[in-house]
């Protein structure tokens, strides 16, 4: 097998996805990857006709985001029409998942270089749009598994951890002051490229549009949001949606809610485009990669919980690449509420100060397919 180079890297700065509020909002989804790809390629000087696949993440692909927007994206970027693009989800794990099809193409020996990444508008393309719920609504399926709202199964697992709210909101001002931190010191600035307005030239948005000034009284004093969400009635006997989640999990008695929009990732808009390639391919185009691909997993777990399966994941990815936690200088891990990296940091027994240095998707937002 071929080892799979990570050759570069760039994203746009995250904008609010607020619609006609974050400074993205009025940029089509396909023109926010059509600038990654553009930047990707101007920064490294390879033949974008010699890529053989585009793979991008979008979650939500409906309207904007739908007609296989990477496919559109390529187009809108003025590349070959012969280059070919596909676009995929894996919910919030989407543009990892496009790298890891662009490492497989390319470990196999099938591709020889490979853009991935992702984009989401969620200003332009809210989360729900594709009216699917969880289930899509398939009842037979519901009889069996019943899904919740994402916000209670990470109330939930904060409940089974024993988590407190003082514990999810000191999690998310350290990662506020650790996005601070890293943008104070320049360290995002090698991967963001200013996004442009197509129509007229002038930059939109050349710097982090999310973080803001956070104190734990702050914090404190913000409501859970998903309280309410969790006493609405789902099931055929008057049960709620706590009701049914506390059927597949009786042992947490109560689920006690205690995320709120502090310390859950924030909407926001954003694109992302990771050029990828074989070892043989870097050294007769003259790249230089910043890192090798050792290994890579995927794991699924509990439907209730959702959220939990980054520790499998880490584990079946460390076994395949003969490695231990210990081996691990820095992780990220995604900040999709604050009990998901406290949980997998105690799974797998991580020092806090190697995870999330430069902050995470609480502070950063957290444009899902990107």
């Given amino acids: 097998m071929s080892d ?5 890297a760039v994203r746009t700065p995250r904008g609010r996805g607020k619609p006609g509020k974050g400074a993205l909002s009025g ?3 396909q023109e926010l990857a059509a600038q990654t790809l553009r930047a990707i390629v101007g920064r490294t000087g390879m033949n974008a006709a010699e890529v053989d696949d585009v793979v991008l993440g979008s979650v939500t692909q409906v309207r904007e985001q739908g007609g296989n927007l990477a496919r559109q994206a390529v187009l809108a970027a003025d590349w070959p029409i012969t280059v070919p693009a596909t676009t995929l989800t894996r919910v919030c794990g989407s543009g990892l998942q496009a790298i890891n099809f662009a490492a497989m193409g390319i470990m196999s ?14 200003s332009r393309v809210p989360m729900g749009s594709d009216d699917a719920g969880k289930d899509g609504g398939n009842l037979r399926l519901r009889e069996r598994h019943f899904q919740v709202p994402q916000g ?8 089974l951890e024993g988590f ?3 514990d999810v909101d000191a999690f998310a001002l350290r990662s506020q002051q650790r996005a601070a931190e890293a943008i104070a010191e320049g360290r995002f600035a090698r991967s963001l490229v200013p996004v442009i307005d197509p129509c007229t ?14 104190t734990l009284e702050g914090l404190a004093a913000l409501a859970a949001a998903f309280e309410a969400t969790g006493r609405e009635v789902a ?4 049960e709620t949606l706590d009701d049914m989640a506390l059927r597949r999990h009786p042992e947490a008695e109560r689920i006690r809610h205690v995320h709120t929009a502090g310390n859950s990732s924030g909407i926001a808009d954003g694109a992302a485009a990771v050029l990828l390639a074989s070892g043989s391919y870097a050294r007769t185009r003259g790249l230089r990669p910043r890192a090798r691909i050792r290994a890579l997993a995927v794991a699924a777990d509990d439907p209730v919980l959702m959220l939990t399966a980054p520790t499998p994941a880490s584990r079946k990815a460390l076994a395949a690449a003969g490695m231990t936690v210990a081996d691990i200088d820095l992780w990220e891990i995604n900040e999709a509420f604050a009990a998901v990296p406290l949980k997998t940091i105690r799974d797998l027994g991580l ?3 190697r995870v999330n240095v430069n902050g995470g998707a609480i502070a950063l937002g957290h444009p899902l397919g990107a």
């Avoid at 799979?4 to 570069?8: E, F, K, T």
């Fill in 235 to 238: 099931g055929p006997n008057g």
């Fill in 27 to 29: 940029t089509h989804p």
């Fill in 4 to 8: 799979a180079y990570i050759i570069d």
């Fill in 351 to 353: 020092d806090p100060d």
């Fill in 152 to 159: 209670i199964s990470g109330d939930l697992i904060a409940t």
């Fill in 109 to 122: 020996g099938v591709q020889q270089a490979v853009v991935a990444g992702g984009v989401e508008s969620m």
């Fill in 201 to 214: 030239g002038s930059v939109l948005l050349d710097r982090e549009e999310f973080p803001r000034p956070t």
């Fill in 164 to 166: 407190s709210r003082d």
